[in-house]
């Protein structure tokens, strides 16, 4: 199959970063949290599409609610009820939705909270976190894995372009400084006359690093002392980490804020949020926004009976099997001795294979063993679990207990024949 996609479709792929997996496999169906191949190979599944799938495959509600959709208008380009029934449920879940838009991706999401923010602030540069991702476009494709040949000093890091062909002077509308470094945010506040700092507030994209303690507060007070907006990328965090999002979670509201994959339980739907005042400035102060697809029927749906799974016990469901998995890894790793260190959170964590005590900011994670890591994924998928190529699981709401303990017997083979 593979080979016969390669001659029409680019790599025989529809992501690049998807021919990174150790083998592009092929799947033909999948239901809970079970993937069949189609060699008819089933899976225990942690990829979940990358995040999205957080009622696990084919929910029976989830089908439901889309067929509903299916046979009925698929885009109106114009208004409908179920526009504003989802955004009164963000708005009742997330902290800073005093105004809701949707979008279709999170790449494009990220765009507009953006221009939204040099518009209000009258400020050109953004600043970013080296390791943070926030779609794949020319504006925000820096310092997302930089090599260390390419980083720079820690104090003051490079720029450094995610791709070939950006417009080179996408570097100079950004500023990159270390995470978890409110040093290194005050700095470049004072420096720079700044319009927001834009971040995972959990930086899932790489090894899951959450913020140290009083961080989150430490920036919102340094943003708000300068007239910076905050804006917090939960396009993972948002519907995983809890219901109110990261900034739900940690009591750190931010003034805007983006969200996608979970959000529709993998009907493909993005969303940003924020504060009234800049929302509306798409409405009254010339700030351009639009999409064709923007609120459509399906993803609508989607959206709707996912967050009331979700806040019916769904999100606690996912957690608690989630943390059960974090625990049996641990003592995995302990009764081998293997120096293995877990971040993230119980729904979305990264396994490293690191002597480092803890785990801070993007520069610490190249003491990680990426063979090891290379070595235990291939073996995951050999003993019949599916996880990302960086060594990230997601979890859903429809694992179960059976499904971990076989996930634990897999895990400890694979770290046995990776560390050997
Ligand atoms: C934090 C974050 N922001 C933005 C994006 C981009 O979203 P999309 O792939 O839907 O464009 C992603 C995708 O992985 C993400 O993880």
Redesign the pocket.
């Known amino acids: 199959m593979l080979q016969r996609a390669q001659k029409s479709l680019t790599g025989g792929v529809s992501s690049p970063f998807r021919a990174q997996a150790p083998v592009p496999l092929y799947f033909k169906d999948a239901v809970g949290a079970r993937l069949l191949d189609v060699d008819e190979n089933w899976f225990i599944d942690y990829t979940l599409g ?1 995040g999205p799938n957080i009622m696990g495959y084919k929910h029976p509600e989830l089908i439901d609610a889309v067929r509903w959709a299916a046979e009925g208008v698929h885009t109106f380009g114009a208004q409908h009820e179920m526009e504003f029934l989802v955004s009164e449920k963000l708005q009742s879940l997330v902290p800073c939705a005093e105004r809701v838009a949707y979008t279709s ?4 999401a ?1 765009q507009i909270v953006l221009r939204l923010a040099r518009a209000a602030t009258k400020r050109n540069l953004i600043l970013k976190f080296e390791g943070h ?3 794949w476009m020319d504006s925000t494709l820096l310092s997302y894995h930089p090599s260390a040949a390419d980083v720079g000093p820690r104090e003051s890091p490079n720029v450094v372009a995610g791709s070939k062909g950006q417009v080179p002077n996408a570097n100079d509308n950004v500023i990159v400084v270390r995470w978890n470094s409110a040093e290194a945010v005050e700095e470049a506040l004072q420096r720079y006359e700044i319009a927001a700092v834009v971040m ?1 507030p959990v930086m ?2 790489s090894g899951g690093i959450p913020p140290m303690p009083g961080y989150l507060e430490k920036v919102r007070e340094l943003c708000t002392a300068k007239g910076t907006l905050l804006i917090f ?1 939960e ?2 965090t948002g519907f995983r980490i809890g219901l109110g999002g990261a900034q739900g979670f940690f009591g750190v509201t931010p003034d805007l804020a983006t969200f ?1 994959k979970a959000m529709a339980g993998g009907v493909p739907l ?1 969303a940003f949020a924020g504060r009234k005042d800049l929302m509306e400035m798409m409405l009254y102060n010339g700030v351009a926004f639009g999409g064709t697809f923007n609120g459509n029927p399906l993803a609508m749906a989607g959206a709707y009976a996912t967050l009331n799974l979700l806040e019916r016990g769904a999100l606690w469901e996912a957690s608690k099997i989630g943390a059960m998995l974090m625990n049996g890894i641990r003592d995995i790793a302990d009764r081998h001795q293997i120096p293995v260190l877990l971040t993230g959170f119980p729904t979305a964590f990264s396994i490293h294979f690191t002597r480092r005590p803890d785990l801070r900011e993007y520069r610490d994670l190249f003491d990680d063993d990426a063979d090891v890591l290379r070595r235990f994924v291939v073996s995951m998928i050999n003993e019949g679990v599916n996880v990302l190529p960086d060594g990230r699981f997601y979890t859903s709401a429809v694992h179960t207990e059976n499904d971990i303990d076989e996930t634990l017997s897999a895990v400890d083979k694979a770290m046995f024949q990776a560390t050997m």
Do not use: F, M
């Open positions: 990358w991706s999170g790449s494009e990220i991702y926030h779609g995972e899932c994209n990328d396009v993972i996608g993005s």
